[in-house]
């Protein structure tokens, strides 16, 4: 069946250094892509997006990078802040329903 | 509105209770999403809704959840006779197009059935 997930479950980097998540999907046939940001107690919010007609796609601070050869999905941060603490999911979006990973969290310390 | 609104934010129902959830999507958009996160972990999709139409239900538990968007209301998540493992953060989303649309999520309804 389906299946969308992350390599790893915590990532622990400093204040400005840059940041990497990274994760695997299982349907080749996906054509959309979608990186959420959850803090806690709040709502997935929308940080980028990808068509799998792209490679790359850049916004600010943050770039999607698809490699559809090998299934895989990675979301770079630059210049990692404390406020960019927050788990981290990849989905995929099929027939609008999104398939969710497991999550990253992600800590930034000062 | 601009922002997916959901109510209540908490809400605890003793094992066998009915609960029943709200969600108000964002003006003009068509499609409403409902998604259980358990244990801050994966997202389980529900069911999605184009208006008041059910677009698929292939997520629901159908012997206890039912939902429904009906015009000019909220849209509503209902789980009759709760179980104890229905306790999970219940989210709400909505989109304006069909496909490669972003969805917009609201704030989450924890629902702790002890």
């Known amino acids: 069946g389906e299946s969308v997930g992350l390599h790893l479950p915590t990532l622990s980097v400093q204040e400005g250094d840059n940041s990497i998540i990274n994760c695997a999907y299982s349907?080749?046939?996906?054509?959309?892509f979608i990186w959420y940001k959850q803090e806690s107690g709040k709502g997935p919010q929308f940080i980028i997006d990808?068509?799998?007609?792209?490679d790359k796609r850049q916004g600010q601070r943050v770039t999607v990078l698809l490699n559809k050869t090998v299934k895989h999905l990675s979301l770079q941060i630059a210049a990692t802040q404390p406020g960019d603490s927050a788990v981290y999911f990849c989905?995929?979006?099929?027939?609008?329903?999104?398939?969710f990973g497991t999550g990253t969290r992600l800590l930034v310390s000062p | 509105g601009e922002e997916v609104a959901q109510t209540p934010k908490h809400l605890v129902r003793g094992e066998g209770q009915k609960a029943k959830l709200y969600c108000a999507p964002i003006?003009?958009?068509?499609?409403v999403f409902w998604y259980q996160q358990v244990l801050k972990n994966e997202f389980k999709f529900l069911i999605s809704?184009?208006?008041?139409?059910?677009?698929?239900e292939t997520g629901m538990p159908k012997e206890r959840f039912s939902a429904k968007c009906l015009p000019n209301s909220p849209c509503s998540l209902e789980i009759q006779a709760t179980k104890l493992e229905d306790s999970a953060v219940y989210f709400c989303?909505?989109?304006?197009?069909?496909?490669?649309?972003?969805?917009?999520f609201g704030p989450g309804t924890r629902l702790t059935v002890t």
């Open positions: 990808i068509r799998s007609n792209m």
């Open positions: 809704f184009q208006n008041e139409n059910v677009f698929d």
């Open positions: 349907n080749s046939a996906s054509d959309y």
């Open positions: 003006k003009g958009h068509s499609y």
């Open positions: 989303a909505s989109s304006q197009a069909y496909q490669e649309d972003e969805q917009y």
């Open positions: 989905a995929e979006s099929g027939f609008q329903k999104l398939v």
